[in-house]
């Protein structure tokens, strides 16, 4: 690992609260690690050096010890050849006189200054003063020596002795001259003192599980030692052991024993202790002056840190301030990097405060009109409500909405829509100069009214606006039809917090549209309970389509030519569990304001061609599709599903529908149309007559049937301008080659005039009225011609 990595590592570990401590701590760190590393290269050359000069002085003590030994050797050797070559000595060892033998050894121990002189005849009788089991392995050991060897280091029980033998020959060789030097404490220290160091010499035996040891408790078995003393050669190289007494450095020399195996060795050890005492000034040296640099290094990076960190520290606080909102600038000293990190800082503080100043504004503020948004609106409100419910006054919320703002859009254009919103925002802005305006979303406005005694304010407010936005005006070269709806609620009548209130305003908006636009109305409580009427229909409507509640009726549609059933028309019943038969004028503009128009057309859809498929082939279904569901995307996919689920000849589905179809765009419509009709699907205009362009929807697009509306046939038996309108109505169908069917006939006078004027089909109650789908087959069956 490098020292930045530790470096980096370390900081890791540590987490401080302020930079100049993180920047002194590292720099003191870094500064410690290289001074760690200095230290460490410097303790291994040290010991190194130290292993390289106590290596030498072991080789040498070694090298000394060998020469001292073979010139003594060589001295025993010629002494116990003098003996041996004594004429009266072999004579007494060839005759086996015990005594003079004994004489002689005697006095030859003490002449060669030996401890233990044997003489060992070939019988193996051993003759001379010594330890039995030294006598016993003294006895074997002429025969176990090679010819070219004299000497050998043996191992006793009671230690390891060094011997010597002369042979004694007489002209053969008739015995031997053997003297044993112990190898013991004396021995060793003797060979301690031709050291120039004070190095420590110990004899090895093998103990009785064969590891090398003292005996004592100096060398203790040691594996590392075992291995060294199994190394080829009779000497190893220098190496570091552990000793009871610590490291040392050692050498070991392995002594030929009988039948040239070492039962003993020569270790020669150095404490690294004492080895290293020369050097320890020098590591002292080191120490202090790695600790005094590292005092100095801490107070220098620390003052370092600290000029670093103080700006820095500066920014901090100020960065604090800025997150908590406050305007925060911090002083420019100098041109370095931190100083221009300041004056980038107070830069950005003035461009911090300048952007939240404006996405406030955004926040609160519509951003197309400039006035207060829903947001704003709404915690103003609160505050004039709480103030208001204090004081004991009253707060006014007026809803504004724009008549006919959407065929603006659509006709004109959105930026002709947007400059209209704008142009609302002023005019209700100078005439509400005592309240708040705000723009909801979209083409809603709303207003606030509070602190005043005047009761009758916000009538005169309402009136004004609807007085100025009726007033056609001139947008971007346009002349534009205006008009508005108002909805007004008073605290704390209407609503005592500002949600209650400002839903009740939507709702006197809302009454103010179903009663025709273009006017103002204040909030009743009975809106609320129609609201909440509404509310609970449109709950029951989907509970009606997830369980089932809807059924088919079907009203025949009569063939006056054939004088027989033609089709019937698929009308939808709502069985509600707790309120009965439900009318379809009720539940159905509830179902198209909540889009569930299209589920439910959906479930019609399926269901008639479902039931029609059982009736015979002449007998087509009619279905109405409502705007809402025509207009939705994947119409045409319906209307293939039901087909081919049903099974139902795609000729004998008849689609009903009205022109409002074609407001939201007559291309996409007649498109539509087209690609009904290529599946062979027949296409009505349902209501004919009722609107103002039904003329030119005939001309885009060739409809099958053209189905007149009951205003018309009501009257068509005593009213000439109705009569001449069903003619020519129905000379228009015949001359585009296209069928016609009159709705609401009711009795026979009407009738007599449809058959006339050469209608082609008739529906109402004079035929029947609408019957379940299990009454169809016995209708069909029935004779029509009688009722006819």
Not at 377 to 388: K, S
Not at 440 to 455: K, M, Q
Not at 674 to 686: C, S, T, Y
Request: proline share 4%; hydrophobic share 45%; aromatic share 6%.
């Amino acid at each position: 690992m490098s020292v930045f990595a530790a470096a980096r590592r370390m900081g890791g570990l540590f987490r401080f609260r302020h930079l100049s401590t993180r920047l002194s701590v590292l720099y003191t760190a870094l500064f410690a690690v290289s001074l760690i590393v200095v230290a460490l290269v410097g303790q291994v050359m040290i010991l190194a050096h130290a292993r390289e000069s106590v290596r030498a002085e072991l080789t040498t003590s070694g090298t000394v010890y060998d020469r001292i030994w073979t010139l003594r050797a060589k001295s025993l050797a010629n002494s116990g050849d003098v003996v041996a070559r004594d004429f009266g000595f072999r004579t007494a060892v060839a005759s086996g006189d015990r005594s003079t033998i004994a004489s002689a050894v005697a006095n030859l121990r003490e002449r060669a200054d030996v401890p233990n002189a044997f003489v060992v005849d070939q019988a193996g009788d051993v003759i001379g003063d010594g330890p039995a089991d030294l006598r016993g392995v003294v006895a074997g050991l002429p025969a176990s020596l090679s010819t070219d060897r004299s000497d050998a280091v043996i191992s006793t029980k009671g230690g390891a002795y060094r011997v010597v033998a002369s042979p004694i020959l007489a002209p053969v060789q008739i015995g031997s001259v053997i003297f044993a030097v112990p190898l013991d404490a004396g021995e060793m220290t003797a060979l301690e003192h031709l050291s120039a160091i004070p190095l420590k010499a110990t004899i090895l035996r093998r103990d009785a599980q064969g590891h090398w040891t003292s005996g004592d408790s100096r060398v203790p078995p040691n594996l590392t030692l075992d291995a060294m003393i199994a190394q080829a050669g009779g000497e190893t190289s220098p190496t570091t052991i552990d000793l009871p007494s610590g490291p040392a450095f050692a050498l070991v020399k392995r002594l030929a024993g009988r039948n040239d195996k070492p039962e003993a060795v020569l270790l020669l050890s150095y404490p690294q202790a004492e080895a290293l005492a020369s050097y320890r000034s020098l590591q002292i040296g080191i120490a202090l002056a790695g600790l005094l640099g590292l005092i100095l290094m801490l107070i220098g990076s620390g003052r370092l840190a600290s000029s670093i960190a103080r700006p820095i520290a500066a920014l901090d606080a100020a960065a604090k301030a800025l997150e908590e909102g406050s305007r925060a600038e911090v002083l420019v000293e100098g041109c370095d990097e931190i100083g221009r990190l300041a004056q980038s800082f107070n830069l950005m503080s003035a461009g911090i405060a300048e952007r939240e100043h404006h996405i406030t504004h955004l926040a609160f503020h519509d951003s197309l009109t400039g006035l207060p948004n829903r947001t704003y609106f709404r915690q103003q409100l609160e505050a004039d409500m709480t103030r208001a419910n204090k004081m004991g006054e009253k707060v006014t919320v007026l809803c504004l909405d724009l008549d006919g703002f959407k065929s603006v859009n659509d006709t004109l254009g959105h930026p002709v829509g947007d400059e209209l919103l704008r142009r609302v925002g002023e005019i209700l802005s100078k005439l509400a100069v005592d309240g708040l305006v705000s723009r909801l979303g979209g083409d809603e406005f709303a207003v606030i009214l509070a602190g005043r005694d005047d009761p009758d304010r916000p009538r005169v407010l309402a009136q004004l606006v609807l007085d100025h936005l009726r007033q056609p005006m001139r947008v971007d070269g346009h002349q534009v039809a205006t008009g508005v709806s108002i909805g007004i609620a008073i605290s704390p009548g209407d609503g005592e917090d500002p949600d209650t209130l400002l839903k009740n305003a939507d709702l006197a908006l809302y009454r103010a549209k179903q009663d025709g636009r273009g006017v103002f109305r204040f909030f009743e409580p009975a809106l609320d309970a129609a609201a909440r009427k509404r509310r609970q229909l449109e709950l029951d409507l989907r509970e009606a389509l997830q369980t089932g509640q809807f059924r088919l009726n079907f009203q025949p549609i009569f063939d006056l030519k054939s004088d027989r059933i033609s089709g019937f028309e698929a009308l939808l019943r709502w069985q509600h569990p707790e309120r009965g038969n439900m009318p379809p004028a009720e539940f159905i503009p509830v179902a198209e304001e909540t889009g569930m128009i299209i589920a439910i057309g959906e479930w019609v859809m399926h269901e008639a061609c479902r039931q029609a498929v059982k009736w015979p082939d002449h007998v087509r279904v009619a279905v109405n599709v409502s705007p809402l569901q025509f207009r939705a995307s994947g119409f045409a996919n319906v209307i293939f599903q039901a087909l081919s689920r049903s099974g139902l000849v795609h000729s004998r589905l008849e689609i009903e529908i009205t022109e409002s179809v074609f407001l939201e765009g007559e291309s996409a419509v007649v498109s539509l149309l087209h690609q009904l009709r290529a599946m062979g699907v027949r296409i009505a205009l349902d209501d004919f007559g009722t609107g103002y362009s039904s003329l030119s929807y005939l001309r885009s697009f060739p409809f099958d049937k053209i189905k007149i509306d009951k205003s018309f046939v009501d009257r068509v038996a005593n009213d000439t301008s109705s009569a001449a309108i069903v003619r020519a109505i129905v000379d228009l169908a015949t001359a585009l080659h296209m069928e016609t069917t009159a709705e609401g006939v009711e009795d026979d006078d009407q009738l007599a005039r449809l058959r006339g004027q050469g209608c082609s089909s008739i529906q109402g109650y004079l035929f029947s009225r609408p019957i379940e789908g299990d009454m169809v087959a016995a209708m069909i069956a029935s004779p029509m011609s009688a009722a006819a």
